[in-house]
C-alpha cells in the first residue's frame, strides 16, 4: 500500500467503536497512525494490518502489526529478514513485541545474544523502552538493521537426507540372473544363486536351441542326436523313432517292425488228376 492508502486504512481501524474496537487508548492513537505511516514509507517492505494476537495467558485480540522484511547488510551482502511487529494494547507505554519470522529454509540462530529459540527479539532499544524519549517503530528497526548486521539471526537450513525410493517400484533380487540394473538406476550383474557362476545367462540372451542345457525354469532340454552304437544296439529300431519324431511320449524307441504277411493257399488241382501223377509231372 502507499502512504496515502496506508493512512486511509488506519483512519478507518482506529475510528472503529463497539466489538470490533481496537484495544487502544483514546489519547495515544494519533501517535500511533503518525509512527506506522512513517514506517511503512521508510520501509515499504513492511505491511500494515489488523490480525489476532493470543497471549501467555490465553487471552486474543486483535492488534495493529507491521510484517514485512527488514535490509540487513552483512559482509557486504545484503540480505532480507523476515519479521513482524505487533502494537500491544499498552503501546506506545510499552514497547512493540518483535519477533524474527524464519521461512522454512531458515533456523533461527541458536544463542543469539538479542534473539530468544522463539524469535522473540529483545534488543537495547526495547529493553530501556520510555515512552517520554519518543522513540518510534523506526528507530526499532534501524537498531534491528545494525545489530542484526553484527550477528544475523537467521541461518540457511542445511539439506536433508534424500528422500527414500518410491513405494511403487518393485527392484529384482541381487542374486536374480541377468539382473544389470535397468531401470533401477544402474548396478552391476550378479552370478545366479545355482550352478556355476560362469554360466549366467542374460535375460535378454535365452540360451540356443542347440544347447543341451537346460534354463532353469525354462522347457526341458532338447533330444540328443542318435549314436552308431545306438543303432548296432537296436538294429530294428526306426530311425525316426530313434529321433523321438512321430513317437508319442508312451511309446518307446525301440519298437520291432509289423510282422510278415501269411503264405498264400494253396492252388486247387483239376478234376481226375491225383497227387501221385503231380509228382510224377514234377519229377520228369
Known sequence: ????????????????????ALPYQTDVRWAMR????????????????VDEYCTTDGRCM??????????????GAKYNIPVVIWLEEHYPRCAPLVYVRPTPNMVIKHGHTYVDNSGQVAIPL??????????TLVDVVLQMSQVFGAEPPLYSRQPGPPPPPSAGVVKPPPNYPGFSGIGNGGGTAQPPAYGDSAASFSMASPPSHGSHSSFPGASPAFPSIPTASDWNSNPMASPSSALGLGVSSGTTANASRPP????????????????????????R
Open 1 to 20: 500500500m502507499t502512504g496515502h492508502e496506508v493512512a486511509g486504512y488506519l483512519d478507518r481501524v482506529l475510528q472503529q467503536h463497539g466489538p470490533i
Open 34 to 49: 503518525e509512527q506506522l505511516v512513517e514506517l511503512q514509507k521508510v520501509f515499504p517492505t513492511l505491511g500494515i494490518h
Open 62 to 75: 486483535n492488534y495493529l502489526k507491521a510484517q514485512g522484511t527488514i535490509p540487513v547488510h552483512y559482509q
Open 126 to 135: 526495547l529493553q530501556n523502552w520510555t515512552y517520554s524519549q519518543n522513540n
Open 260 to 283: 510278415p504277411p501269411p503264405p498264400p493257399p494253396p492252388i486247387p488241382l483239376p478234376a481226375g488228376r491225383s497227387r501221385t501223377i503231380l509228382r510224377s509231372d514234377a519229377s
